[in-house]
């Protein structure tokens, strides 16, 4: 499977990224090497949807774009998004236990960064561009995501939205930062209500205008998903 991760990346022409950019050791990560790639299926997955990000958007972002990204779990599309932009700031969103992690994980790699942590944020009365741009990064609880009272340069969420109740779905696309935000990027699956607790369907998405559509496609990162292997006879799966 993780061979088969390499192959996707050189097919798309984003294997130069992933060797720029090796998996950090940070949290001493279980991390697979391959053909001088080292690497996890998780952070080959962030690495393909930068080089989408490059591909589609590159020419259209400036060099100081502001990013939120929600569901950003430890930060490891921050990371890459730094490293390839070093530029831009960002407003990582999660839960407060995710955004401890991401404050450990960034200001490891980036000890020089600029951390918003959630006391700035928590005590701020609002997350406008200029509070922003005085950070690298901003860690913005779940709780605070209304805070955000400007557009983005770009909206971005991988898995999250996918995942969530109607509810909390539509609570995060009546946000300002998303409903202004310049452009998305969304990497979410469909999945049937079984096997999570949501009736979401494709047709929830904003992505119904053609003109305004810049990439629709289903995403070759997203071939695997994070299941324990069901016993099947005696020694097979």
């Known amino acids: 499977m993780l061979r088969k991760c390499v ?19 940070v949290g001493n990560p279980h991390v697979y090497r391959y053909r001088g790639y080292t690497y996890t299926y998780r952070w080959f997955r962030h690495v393909y949807l930068l080089g989408l990000i490059n591909r589609v958007l590159g020419e259209h972002l400036p060099e100081d774009f502001h990013v939120l990204d929600l569901g950003s779990s ?7 998004l730094h490293r390839e932009h070093p530029g ?14 991401a404050h450990y994980y960034l200001a490891t790699a980036f000890p020089d960064s600029r951390i918003a942590g959630i006391r700035e944020v928590a005590t701020a009365p609002t997350i406008d561009r200029e509070f922003v741009e005085r950070y690298d990064f901003v860690l913005a609880p779940v709780s605070c995501y ?8 770009l909206y971005t969420s991988f898995s999250c939205l996918g995942l969530l109740r109607r509810e909390n779905f539509a609570a995060y696309l009546n946000g300002v930062a998303y409903r202004q935000a310049r452009y998305l990027c969304i990497a979410s699956p469909i999945v049937p209500k079984a096997f999570m607790d949501t009736d979401l369907t494709i047709l929830d998405y904003p992505f119904n205008d053609p003109a305004r559509r810049l990439h629709f496609d289903h995403c070759a990162a997203y071939f695997h998903l994070y299941t324990p292997p069901r016993p099947h006879r005696k020694f097979w799966y």
Not at 88 to 101: G, K, M, N, R, S
Not at 146 to 153: A, F, I, M, N, T
């Open 7 to 25: 192959n996707i990346l050189e097919t798309h022409d984003y294997a130069d990224l992933l060797a720029q950019y090796p998996c950090p050791q």
């Open 146 to 153: 209304e805070k955000v009272d400007y557009g983005v340069d």
């Open 88 to 101: 831009c700031h960002q407003i990582l969103v999660d839960f407060p236990e995710q955004l401890l992690l």
């Open 74 to 80: 430890f930060g490891a599309s921050s990371y890459l």
